[in-house]
């Protein structure tokens, strides 16, 4: 199980001062035209926001209308924000789609008032794709201001090789990056490998609701972040499932707190107002009728 193409040598130690970040497979064309920067790049002095969809979504769907577009660009000091589509719905091999995001990060930081990046992802996005070039394009590492994942399946999830079996009944194949996500692929034992801990300052929030990748809280939880439930940090009654945590109201709030504080959320310090919602009532921030239901 696994359908990983190219890993690298797992006996690599890639934190050794003669490591380099390997050579792109896809184009510099390609990996470019995978960004969107809808107010552009604009020097603020909060720097850049780098945001990851997960799998079967795009960034706009799920980017577009959530918090971390409507609400960061004029949050305090002010953050760009860009997202990257992953190509083929980040269907595909999990390796590829982290060029995207390792192309990208550099691409940005060099842009980036702080000359970093922080770097939020959903899902398979914040699980395989922003760890992977942090893992094996250590270049990368100097450049990133903080991580926060939402929902991110660093473990993978029990219901990959599931559903993986149910999809290769129905359609003779399932999708590479779905075989990727069961616990214990070989994609996941090389990211392990390369690392088994928080290489930046990295927040991971998840919930007891998750019906995408349990069990909870194994799969979202990373040695040397800070792990929140959000249950935990909003109460027992809170409920958000695997696709609400890109549009909740909670999982912002921490993630504030956590690019407030070089990637490290508390969640006793974080503003717990935003456990029951908006500051701004007037703003409608929800996930879209028509966004995809991604599989991870």
């Avoid at 070989?186 to 088994?196: I, K, P, T, V, W």
């Avoid at 194994?218 to 027992?236: H, M």
């Avoid at 956590?258 to 908006?278: E, L, P, Q």
Wanted: net charge negative; hydrophobic share 35%; charged share 10%.
């Amino acid at each position: 199980m696994g359908h990983v193409a190219a890993l690298p040598d797992p006996t690599v130690d890639v934190r050794a001062s003669t490591y380099i970040d390997p050579p792109y497979s896809v184009s510099s064309t390609q990996l470019t035209a995978s960004l969107t920067c809808p107010r552009g790049v604009e020097g603020k002095a909060g720097g850049v926001v780098l945001l990851v969809h997960g799998t079967g979504s795009t960034g706009a769907q799920t980017w577009a209308k959530g918090p971390y577009n409507t609400i960061l660009p004029t949050y305090g000091a002010g953050y760009d924000i860009c997202w990257v589509t992953l190509p083929g719905n980040s269907l595909g091999n999990a390796a590829i789609s982290a060029e995207y995001v390792a192309y990208n990060i550099k691409a940005l930081a060099s842009q980036s008032k702080t000359g970093k990046v922080y770097v939020i992802g959903h899902s398979q996005g914040a699980g395989l794709n922003i760890p992977w070039p942090l893992d094996f394009f250590p270049s990368t590492q100097a450049l990133v201001a903080g991580f926060v994942a939402l929902s991110g399946d660093f473990r993978g999830t029990s219901l990959g090789g599931a559903i993986c079996f149910g999809i290769t009944l129905a359609e003779g194949v399932c999708a590479s990056s779905i075989w990727q996500q069961a616990q214990n692929s070989s994609y996941l034992l090389a990211q392990f490998q390369g690392s088994s801990q928080a290489i930046v300052g990295t927040t991971s929030i998840f919930t007891n609701n998750d019906e995408v990748i349990p069990p909870e809280p194994y799969d979202s939880t990373l040695a040397g972040a800070s792990n929140i439930l959000i249950q935990d940090a909003c109460g027992p009654l809170k409920i958000v499932d695997h696709f609400d945590a890109p549009f909740d109201s909670g999982y912002f709030g921490l993630a504030l707190d956590a690019i407030t504080h070089g990637g490290v959320a508390n969640a006793s310090r974080f503003d717990k107002s935003y456990c029951s919602g908006y500051p701004n009532a007037t703003l409608c921030v929800h996930r879209p009728e028509t966004d995809s239901r991604q599989a991870s």
